[in-house]
């Protein structure tokens, strides 16, 4: 029987096995899909949007997570560390601005 080693892709992901900038940039690069699957979601099926932003927001603490646990063991310059730590913590922020002015908009 063969055993999954945690560096396959998902968990490997989740767990902060693969590099800092496979994690990085593949966040980045689901963000622009997502970005772009929302525009055409807005524009020519408008009822799927609610299910888009459920899959934003688990796309997006899952890439938090994978960010930060990435960043932790990268064993090269410190200001790449810090810098993915930083965008971890200033997405998260503007996600949650995001909702709090959502929330508010409808009031």
Request: aromatic share 18%; hydrophobic share 60%.
């Amino acid at each position: 029987m063969r055993t999954q080693s945690p560096s396959r892709l998902l968990p490997g992901y989740l767990f902060g096995s693969h590099s800092l900038g496979t994690v990085f940039w593949g966040g980045v690069g689901g963000f622009a899909v997502w970005l772009a699957a929302m525009y055409i979601a807005a524009t020519m099926v408008p009822f799927l949007k609610a299910m888009l932003w459920v899959y934003f927001f688990v796309f997006m603490f899952a890439w938090w997570a994978a960010t930060w646990k990435s960043a932790d063991r990268y064993a090269g310059p410190v200001v790449w560390q810090r810098s993915a730590k930083t965008a971890v913590v200033v997405t998260a922020l503007l996600v949650a601005s995001l909702v709090l002015y959502g929330g508010l908009v409808g009031r």
